[in-house]
C-alpha cells in the first residue's frame, strides 16, 4: 500500500507540473502578443507582424462588398492622420460574412487603391471565424490569449487596438467609424505612451 501511495503522489505532482507548465505556456503566449505572427501580405509576400512592434496597430477585417465598405475611407484617413506617430493600420480581407469579399489578393489590392487610395498594410484574404479561423484571428478572438476583448467575429470591419507592446487593448464593433471620437481618442491615448 505504501508503494501505491508513492507512486500516486508522484504521478499527482507530475501531473501537476504538467499543468502549471501549460498554464505558463498559454500566459507566455498571450503575453507574446498578437505581433508574433507572420503573414501572407496581399502581394504574396510573407510579412513578419514583429516589424510593428513599438507601433500601435489597428486591425481591421475588411470587405469590399459590405455596407460599411466605405470605412475604408476613414481607415485612410486616420492612417495618414497619425502614421507619423506611429500608426499602423492593417486591413485583413475576409470572406465570412454574406460572402462581400469575393475577390482575388490583386482584385482586392486594386479595388482599395482606385476606391479609397489605401496606402495602409493589406494582408492577404484569410479565415477570421470559424473551424479555419487564421492563427492572427484565433489569437484575437480566443478568451485564452485575449480574455478581454476575445470573443467571435459578427461582422466586417470588426477593429483591434493593440498597444506598443502587442497587447490587445480595446475592440471596437463594426458600426464604429474610424474618425469616430472613441476610436480616436483610444488611438491618440496609445499613441502618446512610449512603451
Same mark, same amino acid.
Given at each position: 500500500?505504501?508503494?501505491?501511495?508513492?507512486?500516486?503522489?508522484?504521478?499527482?505532482?507530475?501531473?501537476?507540473?504538467?499543468?502549471?507548465?501549460?498554464?505558463?505556456?498559454?500566459?507566455?503566449?498571450?503575453?507574446? =502578443?498578437?505581433?508574433?505572427?507572420?503573414?501572407?501580405?496581399?502581394?504574396?509576400?510573407?510579412?513578419?507582424?514583429?516589424?510593428?512592434?513599438?507601433?500601435?496597430?489597428?486591425?481591421?477585417?475588411?470587405?469590399?462588398?459590405?455596407?460599411?465598405?466605405?470605412?475604408?475611407?476613414?481607415?485612410?484617413?486616420?492612417?495618414?492622420?497619425?502614421?507619423?506617430?506611429?500608426?499602423?493600420?492593417?486591413?485583413?480581407?475576409?470572406?465570412?460574412?454574406?460572402?462581400?469579399?469575393? =475577390?482575388?489578393?490583386?482584385?482586392?489590392?486594386?479595388?482599395?487603391?482606385?476606391?479609397?487610395?489605401?496606402?495602409?498594410?493589406?494582408?492577404?484574404?484569410?479565415?477570421?471565424?470559424?473551424?479555419?479561423?487564421?492563427?492572427?484571428?484565433?489569437?484575437?478572438?480566443?478568451?485564452?490569449?485575449?480574455?478581454?476583448?476575445?470573443?467571435?467575429?459578427?461582422?466586417?470591419?470588426?477593429?483591434?487596438?493593440?498597444?506598443?507592446?502587442?497587447?490587445?487593448?480595446?475592440?471596437?464593433?463594426?458600426?464604429?467609424?474610424?474618425?469616430?471620437?472613441?476610436?480616436?481618442?483610444?488611438?491618440?491615448?496609445?499613441?502618446?505612451?512610449?512603451?
Amino acid at each position: 500500500m505504501p508503494r501505491f501511495v508513492a507512486l500516486f503522489t508522484a504521478l499527482a505532482v507530475v501531473g501537476l507540473a504538467f499543468c502549471v507548465a501549460d498554464a505558463q505556456d498559454k500566459t507566455a503566449d498571450a503575453k507574446a =502578443g498578437v505581433l508574433n505572427f507572420k503573414m501572407k501580405a496581399i502581394d504574396g509576400k510573407e510579412t513578419d507582424l514583429s516589424q510593428y512592434k513599438g507601433k500601435v496597430v489597428l486591425f481591421v477585417n475588411v470587405a469590399s462588398k459590405c455596407g460599411l465598405t466605405p470605412q475604408y475611407k476613414g481607415l485612410q484617413a486616420l492612417y495618414l492622420k497619425h502614421k507619423d506617430k506611429g500608426l499602423v493600420i492593417i486591413g485583413v480581407p475576409a470572406n465570412e460574412f454574406l460572402s462581400q469579399e469575393p =475577390g482575388t489578393d490583386e482584385e482586392i489590392a486594386k479595388f482599395c487603391s482606385t476606391k479609397y487610395d489605401v496606402t495602409f498594410p493589406m494582408l492577404s484574404k484569410v479565415v477570421v471565424k470559424g473551424k479555419d479561423t487564421c492563427p492572427l484571428y484565433k489569437f484575437l478572438t480566443s478568451k485564452e490569449t485575449n480574455p478581454k476583448f476575445g470573443g467571435e467575429i459578427t461582422w466586417n470591419f470588426t477593429k483591434f487596438l493593440v498597444n506598443r507592446k502587442g497587447e490587445v487593448v480595446n475592440r471596437f464593433a463594426p458600426q464604429v467609424a474610424p474618425e469616430s471620437a472613441e476610436i480616436v481618442n483610444a488611438i491618440e491615448a496609445e499613441l502618446a505612451k512610449k512603451e
